[in-house]
C-alpha cells in the first residue's frame, strides 16, 4: 500500500466550518490559519466540538467564564430577560439596568458608587481615560509596557503589548513605563521588595520628566493578564495611588481580566485595600453571557455629572439582555460562594501542584498567580532564563509552544497559551477532581516543552 493510501481520509467540512472558512475573519487571525474547531456545545468546566471531542477548558474562553458554560441560572435569567424586554435606548431606565449597576456598586471598593456600562473591555478604558481626562483637565496618560487594554484606536494605542505595533502612529499623549516584573526585572532588582522600590521610582521618574500637571492618568491592570500573569508585589499599588494622590493623577485599574472574582477577590485590587478612581470591567461580570462592560467612578469624579451631561454614550450602554445576566452572574458568585472559591482553589491546588511542576521539568522557569489566575513561564534554559521562543515569536519560532498547546488538546485539555507562557484561568466551578486531571496533563505536555531544553 502506498503511503497516500495508508493516510485517514480527512472528513468532509461540516457547513459551519466551510461557512466560516469561506466568509469570516476572526479575532488576530488570517482566514489561512488551520481552521478552528467548531465547538458545538458545553457543560461547566468542558465544551465540545461537532466530531464529539471533548475538553477541560483551562482558558474559560479567554478569561471569561467564570460560571462555566451554560450555567442553568444564568440561561433562564437571559431568557426571562429576552420574553421581557431585549432591548432599550440607554435614555430609559429599567429593573436589569439599575439593578445591575446597585450590585456591581455594592462590590466595588468603598466610594466607588456609579456604573458606566459599555459593550466590552476597550470601550470601557477608552471611557475611562476620557473621564480622567474631563476630570483633571490634563491630557498625558502613563501606561505599561507589559499591558493590554483592548483593540480600539485609543485602547490599542493604551496598550503596551506587541499588538499595537500595525496600529502605530496612535492618538498622542500616551507615555510608556515599565511595571515589576520579578522574573525579569527591568530594574535588575534581587528580590520582590526591591523591584517594589525600584519600579515606583522609575514611575515617579517618569512623572517628573513628562510634567505632573499635564498627566490625566495613570493607567494600569492591577495584576496584569495577557502580557504574564503578573502579581505585583506587595506596596506597588498602594505606591502608585500615593503618587497619584501627590500629583493629582486619576488611577484607573484596569479589571477587565481579573475583576469579579478570578483573583479570589471582588476585584483583585482588594487584595491591597487600594481604591483606584476609576475601575475598568468587562468579562467576569456576567461571564461573558452576553457582551458587557463599563467603569466604575468614584464620587469625586461622577460628581461633574451631577447637573451637566456626560460627553460620551453607547446604543447598547446598559443593555438590558447584558444587564440581567449580570445581575444573575453576580447572584450566583455570591450562593455559590466562586469568589472565596477561586481563593481557595489557588492556595490548596493550583499553587502546590504548579510549584511542584516547576521542580521537576526544567522547562518551567516561573510559577505566579492569585486565586484561580496563573502563569507558567516556560524557558529553554532554566539558569539564564532564555525564553521558550523568542519575545513575539511566530511561525516556525513559535513552535516549541504550539506543540506544547497541542500535547495538551490531544489529551483532552484546553489551554490558554500566550507567547512562551501557559496561563490558568479554569472556570470557577470546575469540580477539584477535573482541576487536578487538567494539571496532570499539563505535566504530562511539559515533557514536550523539556526535549528543547538545553
Ligand atoms: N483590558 C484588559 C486587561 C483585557 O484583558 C482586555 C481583553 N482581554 C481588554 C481590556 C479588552 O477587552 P475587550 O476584548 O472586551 O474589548
Redesign the pocket.
Known amino acids: 500500500m502506498s503511503a497516500q493510501r495508508e493516510a485517514a481520509p480527512e472528513p468532509a467540512p461540516s457547513p459551519a466550518a466551510r461557512s466560516d472558512r469561506e466568509h469570516l475573519l476572526r479575532s488576530w487571525s488570517s482566514y489561512a490559519d488551520a481552521p478552528p474547531a467548531v465547538i458545538a456545545g458545553g457543560e461547566g468546566a468542558h465544551f465540545w466540538d461537532e466530531q464529539g471531542r471533548r475538553w477541560l477548558d483551562f482558558s474559560s474562553q479567554?478569561?471569561n467564564l467564570n460560571v462555566g458554560h451554560q450555567h442553568p441560572r444564568l440561561v433562564a435569567a437571559i431568557r426571562a430577560q429576552a420574553e421581557t424586554l431585549c432591548t432599550l435606548a440607554p435614555y430609559h431606565a429599567n429593573a436589569a439596568t439599575s439593578e445591575a449597576a446597585r450590585l456591581i456598586a455594592d462590590v466595588a471598593p468603598p466610594g466607588l458608587n456609579r456604573v458606566f456600562f459599555t459593550n466590552?473591555?476597550?470601550?470601557?478604558?477608552e471611557n475611562a481615560i476620557r473621564m480622567a481626562r474631563l476630570h483633571t483637565g490634563r491630557h498625558k496618560v502613563l501606561t505599561a509596557y507589559r499591558?493590554?487594554?483592548?483593540?480600539?484606536a485609543g485602547?490599542i494605542a493604551a496598550s503596551g503589548d506587541p499588538r499595537r505595533w500595525p496600529s502605530e502612529p496612535g492618538p498622542p499623549g500616551i507615555v510608556r513605563f515599565w511595571g515589576p516584573y520579578a522574573y525579569r526585572s527591568a530594574f535588575h532588582a534581587a528580590d520582590a521588595a526591591q523591584e517594589c522600590e525600584r519600579a515606583l521610582a522609575h514611575l515617579a521618574d517618569t512623572i517628573a520628566a513628562e510634567g505632573p500637571q499635564g498627566i490625566a492618568a495613570i493607567l494600569l491592570?492591577t495584576v496584569v493578564?495577557?502580557n504574564g500573569v503578573l502579581v505585583p508585589p506587595d506596596g506597588y499599588l498602594q505606591g502608585v495611588r500615593a503618587l497619584c494622590d501627590a500629583h493629582g493623577i486619576a488611577m484607573i485599574a484596569?479589571?477587565?481580566?481579573?475583576g469579579f472574582g478570578r483573583c479570589g477577590q471582588w476585584f483583585a485590587i482588594d487584595h491591597w485595600g487600594v481604591v483606584p478612581d476609576l475601575i475598568?470591567f468587562?468579562?467576569g461580570v456576567n461571564a461573558g453571557y452576553v457582551?458587557l462592560?463599563g467603569v466604575i467612578l468614584s464620587e469625586a469624579i461622577a460628581e461633574r455629572y451631577a447637573h451637566r451631561a456626560y460627553p460620551g454614550g453607547l446604543t447598547y450602554s446598559g443593555h438590558p439582555l447584558a444587564c440581567a445576566a449580570a445581575v444573575a452572574c453576580i447572584g450566583i458568585y455570591r450562593d455559590e460562594g466562586l469568589i472565596e472559591r477561586a481563593r481557595v482553589l489557588g492556595e490548596t491546588v493550583i499553587a502546590p501542584e504548579l510549584e511542584r511542576l516547576r521542580l521537576r521539568h526544567p522547562s518551567v522557569g516561573d510559577v505566579r498567580g492569585l486565586g484561580a489566575f496563573w502563569g507558567l513561564e516556560l524557558v529553554r534554559n532554566p539558569v539564564n532564563r532564555e525564553p521558550l521562543v523568542p519575545f513575539n515569536a511566530s511561525g516556525a519560532e513559535a513552535a516549541p509552544m504550539a506543540e506544547f498547546a497541542a500535547a495538551c488538546k490531544q489529551r483532552g485539555l484546553w489551554p490558554f497559551v500566550v507567547a512562551n507562557r501557559l496561563h490558568i484561568a479554569p472556570p470557577l466551578v470546575i469540580a477539584e477532581q477535573d482541576l487536578r486531571e487538567g494539571l496532570a496533563i499539563v505535566d504530562a505536555a511539559l515533557d514536550v516543552a523539556d526535549r528543547y531544553c538545553v
Open positions: 479567554l478569561v466590552g473591555g476597550a470601550e470601557a478604558v499591558s493590554y487594554h483592548g483593540a480600539t485602547a491592570e493578564g495577557a484596569d479589571e477587565v481580566m481579573v475598568t468587562a468579562k457582551p462592560g
